[in-house]
Structures are given as structure tokens and as C-alpha cells.
């Protein structure tokens, strides 16, 4: 990563500073505990630990200079192991120096270590008091998350906040739709797939809701209003396409999750007629799960994968959530999430064609304590 590549004027202004980002090395030590302290009264970064943390494996510091070498800026990410997230602990420009997208093309370069180093999310907490900082995280498409209080040494209240890493996205034909209900996941992949597999299919939520209804296990009433894969593959193929099942066990699937008894002998029985249906549509089941190999394969042939994943690590709750896989760049799958969490913040542009590193989506496509592994891979017939 040469310098000079990643050179960045301010464009806007009259007689723009230039300065250009790269990785920090034991020599800008001396610059990034002088930024610190002309950054922040409290919760400073010692000398001591800038030393270890640019050695660190589990850190990355990105600083800004100007043309005499001097540090005008840093940004501080941490990476823990075995997690898909990255967390952007500290960021501070000059302030002689702030005001002129310093700071952003920190947080932009941030962002691009991170996605290099596999994480597709990007978390941060910012004081609630911190309206600069608020003001550039916003403008960049972080969204809020939470709120922390007495966080901070001197009992300030943090703002957490977020942002899903898209890379250098490749394109995808495959068209994006936001389901508009808690419960229509499933039938929203299919019809995202059906939208791009059948020339003559227009999505809209009649359609969703008519999906749902020809793939749900259940009625509605309190926990899952969900879809099981039968449910969808058969759903699927009513619809005109070619379905094939991937699944990690045989027999009736959800049920653990719920406690009514009537309600589980419904679904139960859901499942059944399901099962049956799928024998009139000759649609066959594997009984072993799609690895990411598998889901490849398939998608080379021009298929799409619909895939059963916890939704923890994609938002942090524990519920079965359904996911399309749209597309493979050799190593990330892309998918379509037609959740849109908290409407008003995210976009779609969070939840359509979102690049997951291979081992991050086997880690994802699994549920519950079993775990439970399930896929229908969706061809035109
Ligand atoms: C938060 C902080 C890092 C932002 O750095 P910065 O270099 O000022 O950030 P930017 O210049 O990219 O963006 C800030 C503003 O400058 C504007 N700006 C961006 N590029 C510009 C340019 N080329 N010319 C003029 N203005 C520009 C932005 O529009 C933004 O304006 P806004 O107030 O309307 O949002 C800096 O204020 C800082 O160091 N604060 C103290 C430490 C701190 O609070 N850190 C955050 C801890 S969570």
C-alpha cells in the first residue's frame, strides 16, 4: 500500500491542506501522543500503550501527515479473535487541522483495513456530548445503536454506534426487497429469487404475503410466525422454480423454541403436509448441510442459495432468520438480508449485496444449540 496512492486533498476548499493516511509504525510515536493530548481531557492513551498497540496483531492504527511528515491525525481500530466486528477505539485530529476531512478519511481508511482483515462490521462509542464526532460518524452511515451510561472516567454517557462494511462491492442483478413484516424472511428470499430467475415475476407485498402464506409452519400468534425450508422450497416450486432442500436432520424442525403445546402440534403438522408436498413437486432433500463450497458451486451454475442464519451476529438478536445468497467474489458470499434493521437509520444499502467472508458465514448459517443447519437452493425449472 504506497503512500502516494492514497494521497487525499481536501477537494472543497479554497487552498486545500494536503495530507495523505497510512499504517503507524513505532516511529509516530512521538506525533500520536501529541495529537492525544490536544484531543481529550480524559481517557487518554498512554505512550506505554500506543508502543504496544502498533506492534499489536489485535490493533491497527491508521495516522494522517502532511507533506513534512508531520502527524496531523490517527484513527485506532481493535480486533478481537474470532469475531466479525471491528471496534474504531479512538480517532483525533489536530485541531488547528480539523475541519478538513482529516478525520473522515480516517474513519475511510479504517474501514478498508477492516474489511482487508475480514470484519464486516464496524462498532464505535462516541461521548453523547461529542458533536463533531457525532456529526462525521452520521455522515459516513453509521447508525446508533445504543446508549452507555456513565461510561466514560468522568461519568459521561457513550452513544454506540455502527456501520456494515461493503468493500468494493461487485454488483448484483439479483433485485433487493425489504420485507415489510417481522415474520416474511423466508418468503421475501424467495421472491427476491423468483424476481430474478422468472423474466415474467413482479415482487410486491401482495405477493410476500401470498409467499408467506404458501410457506409458513404456523398462525399467527405469539414467538415464530416463521417459514421452515420445506415450507419455502415447496412454496418455490408452486411459483415455477426448481428447489432442492439442504438440511442437518430429518423430521419436524422450530419446535424446541416453542412452548405451547396445541401451537407445536400445528406446526407439527404444518411440517408434515410439507414434507409430503415436497414429494409432489419432486423436490429432493439432502440431509447434510450446504457448506460455503456447496453454496458456491450452486451459485456458478446460476442458482441462489437461501440460507437459514442466526440473525446474533447480524444484529444481535437470537432469532432463525433467513437470508439470500446473491453472489461470491472468491472470498466473501454476498447476501441479501431483507431485514432492514430500525428503519429509520439503516438503508437498504446496509442490507443488499453485503459481503460476508466465507468463515464468518459458516460460522452464521447455523441456529440454536443443535445446531441446526438448513438451505434451499432455487434454480429456474
Ligand atoms: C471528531 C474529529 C476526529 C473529526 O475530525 P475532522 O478532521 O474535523 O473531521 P472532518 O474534517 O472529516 O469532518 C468534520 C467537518 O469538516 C467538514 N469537512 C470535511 N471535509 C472538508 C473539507 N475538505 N473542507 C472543509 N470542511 C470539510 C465536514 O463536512 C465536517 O463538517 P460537519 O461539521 O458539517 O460534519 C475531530 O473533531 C477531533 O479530533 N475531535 C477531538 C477528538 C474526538 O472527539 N474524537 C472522537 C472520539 S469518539
Given at each position: 500500500?504506497?503512500?502516494?496512492?492514497?494521497?487525499?486533498?481536501?477537494?472543497?476548499?479554497?487552498?486545500?491542506?494536503?495530507?495523505?493516511?497510512?499504517?503507524?509504525?513505532?516511529?509516530?510515536?512521538?506525533?500520536?501522543?501529541?495529537?492525544?493530548?490536544?484531543?481529550?481531557?480524559?481517557?487518554?492513551?498512554?505512550?506505554?500503550?500506543?508502543?504496544?498497540?502498533?506492534?499489536?496483531?489485535?490493533?491497527?492504527?491508521?495516522?494522517?501527515?502532511?507533506?513534512?511528515?508531520?502527524?496531523?491525525?490517527?484513527?485506532?481500530?481493535?480486533?478481537?479473535?474470532?469475531?466479525?466486528?471491528?471496534?474504531?477505539?479512538?480517532?483525533?485530529?489536530?485541531?488547528?487541522?480539523?475541519?478538513?476531512?482529516?478525520?473522515?478519511?480516517?474513519?475511510?481508511?479504517?474501514?478498508?483495513?477492516?474489511?482487508?482483515?475480514?470484519?464486516?462490521?464496524?462498532?464505535?462509542?462516541?461521548?453523547?456530548?461529542?458533536?463533531?464526532?457525532?456529526?462525521?460518524?452520521?455522515?459516513?452511515?453509521?447508525?446508533?445503536?445504543?446508549?452507555?451510561?456513565?461510561?466514560?472516567?468522568?461519568?459521561?454517557?457513550?452513544?454506540?454506534?455502527?456501520?456494515?462494511?461493503?468493500?468494493?462491492?461487485?454488483?448484483?442483478?439479483?433485485?433487493?426487497?425489504?420485507?415489510?413484516?417481522?415474520?416474511?424472511?423466508?418468503?421475501?428470499?424467495?421472491?427476491?429469487?423468483?424476481?430474478?430467475?422468472?423474466?415474467?415475476?413482479?415482487?410486491?407485498?401482495?405477493?410476500?404475503?401470498?409467499l408467506w402464506r404458501q410457506a409458513t409452519t404456523v398462525f399467527m400468534m405469539a414467538g415464530l410466525g416463521g417459514c421452515d425450508p420445506h415450507g419455502l422450497a415447496v412454496s418455490a416450486a408452486r411459483n415455477g422454480l426448481a428447489a432442492s432442500i439442504h438440511v442437518s436432520r430429518e423430521g419436524s424442525l422450530f419446535l424446541e423454541s416453542v412452548r405451547d403445546p396445541e401451537k407445536r402440534r400445528v406446526m407439527e403438522l404444518a411440517q408434515e403436509d410439507f414434507r409430503h408436498q415436497t414429494i409432489a413437486f419432486d423436490i429432493p432433500i439432502h440431509h447434510r448441510p450446504l457448506d460455503v463450497a456447496a453454496i458456491r458451486e450452486a451459485l456458478a451454475e446460476g442458482a441462489l442459495a437461501i440460507v437459514l442464519i442466526s440473525a446474533y451476529r447480524m444484529f444481535g438478536k437470537k432469532v432463525p432468520h433467513w437470508v439470500l445468497v446473491v453472489g461470491d467474489d472468491g472470498r466473501h458470499l454476498f447476501i441479501h438480508d431483507p431485514w432492514v434493521e430500525d428503519r429509520s437509520r439503516e438503508t437498504h444499502n446496509d442490507a443488499a449485496n453485503l459481503p460476508i467472508p466465507y468463515a464468518d458465514f459458516e460460522h452464521m448459517a447455523r441456529w440454536g444449540r443443535e445446531p441446526l443447519r438448513a438451505a434451499v437452493v432455487l434454480r429456474p425449472r
Open positions: 500500500m504506497g503512500v502516494p496512492s492514497r494521497l487525499v486533498s481536501a477537494v472543497d476548499a479554497p487552498s486545500p491542506p494536503v495530507f495523505a493516511v497510512r499504517a503507524a509504525s513505532a516511529a509516530d510515536l512521538d506525533g500520536l501522543v501529541a495529537i492525544e493530548s490536544h484531543s481529550f481531557e480524559t481517557d487518554r492513551i498512554a505512550r506505554r500503550s500506543f508502543r504496544k498497540l502498533v506492534e499489536a496483531p489485535t490493533a491497527a492504527i491508521t495516522v494522517a501527515f502532511l507533506p513534512d511528515g508531520r502527524l496531523v491525525g490517527y484513527a485506532l481500530l481493535l480486533f478481537r479473535a474470532g469475531t466479525g466486528m471491528a471496534r474504531l477505539y479512538s480517532i483525533a485530529v489536530l485541531p488547528e487541522m480539523r475541519g478538513s476531512g482529516v478525520g473522515a478519511a480516517l474513519v475511510a481508511e479504517s474501514e478498508r483495513v477492516a474489511f482487508d482483515r475480514d470484519r464486516f462490521l464496524l462498532r464505535l462509542e462516541v461521548r453523547e456530548d461529542n458533536a463533531d464526532a457525532i456529526r462525521l460518524y452520521e455522515r459516513m452511515g453509521y447508525r446508533r445503536i445504543g446508549r452507555y451510561l456513565d461510561y466514560y472516567e468522568d461519568h459521561a454517557n457513550a452513544l454506540r454506534y455502527e456501520k456494515r462494511l461493503r468493500g468494493d462491492a461487485l454488483s448484483t442483478s439479483v433485485r433487493y426487497y425489504e420485507q415489510t413484516t417481522d415474520f416474511t424472511c423466508g418468503p421475501c428470499c424467495v421472491m427476491m429469487a423468483l424476481g430474478h430467475l422468472r423474466k415474467d415475476y413482479a415482487m410486491s407485498p401482495v405477493e410476500e404475503i401470498k
